[in-house]
C-alpha cells in the first residue's frame, strides 16, 4: 500500500458579485466564507484584486486581507496578489508590515506584474507614475525588496524606511497567471532570491510548462517544494455540512453564470 499524501487546500477569492443583489454584499460573502474555510481546515485565504470589472468586487485587497485576518484566527490571510504595477512598492511595504504587526505569522504577500484590469483603468491608476502600458514590475519588485534588504548607499530611497520596521515583510510569493508570466516569475523569483512561484491557471498545460521553467533555472531540482500551485475549479470539489458555505457557494455559483 503507497503513502497517504496530504495535501493542503487554500482558496483564492474574487470576491464576485451574485446577479440580482448590491455588489457590497460580495463583501460579506467574503468575510462569510472566510470564517466558513477556516472551520474545515483550510490553510489559506486569498484575496485578488481587480479594477472595473462589473462581476466581481475585489478592488481593495488590502483592506479586504486586514477584514478577513480579523475575522479569523488561525488561517493565512494573503494577496494573490497585489498588482505592483498599480502601487508604489514604499505604501505595498508599510501596509503589509502593519498588517504583520497586527496578525503576527498569518499573512502572506503575492504580488503579480499584470494591471488586473483593462488599459484605460490601468491608466487611471498609475497616470501620475508612467506610462501604463510598460513593464515596470522588475524596478518595483526589485524596490520592494529593498525596504527590507536595504538600498545601495548610492540610491536616494537610501533613507527612507518601510514603518513599522520592527516586523519582516510577511512572506512574498510571485504569481504567474499564464504561461509567460509563468516563466518570468520563476526566473525573477530564482534571481531574487524569493524562492516563492506561484502559477495560477486554469490551463494545465500552461501550469506544467511553468513549473518545468521553474525546475530548469534550480539546478537539479525535480520536485521544488517551495512552489504553490492554484487550479481553477469551476464546481465545488468537496462535500460540506454547513449552511453558511452551502449557501455562499450557491451564490458564488449564480454569479459565474
Known amino acids: 500500500m503507497g503513502m497517504k499524501t496530504t495535501v493542503p487546500l487554500s482558496v483564492l477569492d474574487l470576491s ?40 466581481v468586487a475585489s478592488s481593495a485587497p488590502m483592506v479586504m486581507i486586514a477584514t478577513v485576518a480579523a475575522a479569523t484566527s488561525t488561517i493565512r490571510v494573503g494577496s494573490g496578489g497585489i498588482m505592483l504595477p498599480n502601487h508604489a512598492p514604499l505604501a505595498v511595504a508599510e501596509s503589509f508590515r502593519v ?26 491608476l498609475r497616470r501620475n507614475r508612467v506610462d501604463a502600458g510598460g513593464d515596470e514590475f522588475p524596478q518595483q519588485f526589485s524596490e520592494l525588496l529593498a525596504y527590507v534588504d536595504g538600498f545601495p548607499d548610492d540610491h536616494p530611497f537610501k533613507p527612507l524606511r518601510a514603518i513599522p520596521d520592527d516586523v519582516p515583510l510577511p512572506p512574498l510569493w510571485i504569481l504567474g497567471s499564464s504561461l509567460y508570466g509563468g516563466h518570468a516569475a520563476a526566473a525573477f523569483a530564482y534571481a531574487t532570491g524569493v524562492g516563492h512561484v506561484l502559477p495560477v491557471t486554469a490551463i494545465p498545460l500552461h501550469a506544467l510548462a511553468t513549473l518545468v521553467a521553474y525546475s530548469r533555472v534550480h539546478t537539479g ?37
Open 99 to 124: 498588517l504583520e504587526g497586527l496578525h503576527p505569522g498569518r499573512i502572506d504577500l503575492g504580488v503579480g506584474r499584470a494591471p488586473g484590469t483593462d488599459q484605460l483603468t490601468a491608466y487611471a
Open 221 to 257: 531540482v525535480h520536485y521544488p517544494g517551495d512552489v504553490m500551485v492554484g487550479a481553477a475549479v469551476g464546481t465545488a470539489v468537496a462535500q460540506v455540512t454547513t449552511a453558511v458555505l452551502e449557501r455562499i457557494l450557491s451564490r458564488r455559483q449564480e454569479a459565474g453564470r
Open 16 to 55: 464576485p458579485i451574485p446577479s440580482g443583489r448590491p455588489a457590497s454584499s460580495a463583501l460579506h460573502d467574503t468575510v462569510a466564507l472566510a470564517r466558513a474555510a477556516e472551520s474545515f481546515g483550510y490553510q489559506r485565504y486569498w484575496l485578488a484584486e481587480h479594477h472595473n470589472i462589473g462581476s
